[in-house]
């Protein structure tokens, strides 16, 4: 069965420095990966996504994603952080009938 | 592209009450449709999905239902809620043909 781990339940970064979120997949085929952010109180925005082909994706607001088949990493990044980042962070992993399989999330905390 | 909706936004239940949440989608036709939820803490775990209408899914055994009355009508639903239901319960919808998830702006519920 499909699995997601993001192993970092919460991380604070200074405003301005460079961020890296970490997910780990369990999936049996080339896995479609997504990345989703929640702001408080909010639902579900897509950041970015891999399907297939260039294994560094673009996102929005300036996040990126790097899909390592050997690791079995999705490991987000954004090179600057600024305080509007603060939000929580699900690595996902597509299952069958377009079903997603959730990580627990990582809560970002920016500092000043 | 689609739009979700999701009624209530927010819900105050006690005990024992019934529950009855509604998602609607615009701007696709037969369309996939899913409800995950968000527990307090915790990532986003799938309830139910359906392809069809009637057809229904369930991903875990729970205190919860599901019908798909119309096509782009989906329901969730309790005879007696626990204090466990409490959560932040998304409907999700994929793109037209796609793989790529989009959730509604989600209900909050309480229970009491």
């Known amino acids: 069965a499909q699995s997601v781990t993001q192993p970092d339940i919460h991380i604070t970064v200074s405003e301005g420095a460079s961020l890296e979120l970490r997910c780990n997949y369990s999936?049996?085929?080339?896995?479609?990966l997504f990345w989703y952010v929640q702001s408080p109180g909010q639902g579900l925005q897509l950041l970015l996504k891999?399907?297939?082909?260039?294994?560094l994706v673009q996102g929005i607001k300036g996040f990126e994603a790097e899909f390592k088949r050997s690791q079995s990493s999705f490991n987000l990044r954004k090179p600057s952080v600024h305080w509007s980042d603060a939000a929580e962070y699900f690595c996902?992993?597509?299952?069958?009938?377009?079903?997603?399989?959730f990580g627990t999330g990582t809560r970002l905390l920016v500092s000043p | 592209s689609q739009t979700i909706h999701q009624w209530p936004a927010t819900l105050v239940q006690p005990v024992g009450s019934p529950l009855s949440l509604e998602c609607t989608v615009e701007g696709t036709s037969n369309p996939n449709l899913y409800w995950y939820r968000q527990a307090a803490g915790r990532g986003l775990q799938l309830l139910f999905y359906s392809v069809g209408i009637g057809q229904i899914s369930s991903e875990v055994p729970q205190n919860l239902s599901a019908s798909r009355p119309q096509d782009r009508q989906f329901i969730l639903s309790s005879k007696k809620l626990l204090l466990s239901d409490s959560g932040f319960y998304l409907c999700a919808c994929p793109t037209g043909g796609g793989e790529t998830q989009y959730f509604g702006p989600g209900t909050r519920l309480l229970v009491l």
């Open positions: 891999y399907f297939s082909g260039d294994t």
């Open positions: 999936y049996g085929a080339t896995p479609y």
């Open positions: 996902a992993v597509g299952a069958s009938f377009q079903k997603l399989v």
